[in-house]
């Protein structure tokens, strides 16, 4: 699946999570939509979780692949700076601790 197909797949996955959002929204306040927005946002906990490890390990992959600058590995995952400089470290430090 190329790249078009691949963001057509997140744009359905993202509409069918505001729309299960909006319905939980336009509830009455009850018991039943205090479980169900909990679900939700547990189950958004698990899925962010799983995607911040993806995109980690693609960092760490395309900076052993093409040897970017930190703004261009930053730029290429959208992520900050900071944010792939502390990726590259800890993989330092993990690999300094074994």
Not at 6 to 16: E, V, Y
Request: charge should be positive; charged fraction near 30%.
């Amino acid at each position: 699946m190329g790249g078009d197909g691949q963001a057509s797949t997140t744009s359905a996955a993202l509409a069918t999570l505001r729309h299960a959002l909006d319905r939980i929204a336009a509830m009455e306040p009850s018991p039943a939509k205090t479980v169900a927005i909990r679900e939700l946002a547990e189950a958004l906990q698990e899925l962010y979780g799983t995607a911040a490890a993806i995109r980690k390990a693609e960092v760490l992959r395309i900076q052993d692949a093409e040897k970017l600058t930190l703004a261009q590995l930053a730029d290429r995952v959208g992520i900050s700076k900071a944010r792939a400089d502390q990726i590259l470290k800890a993989r330092q430090k993990e690999a300094s601790d074994a």
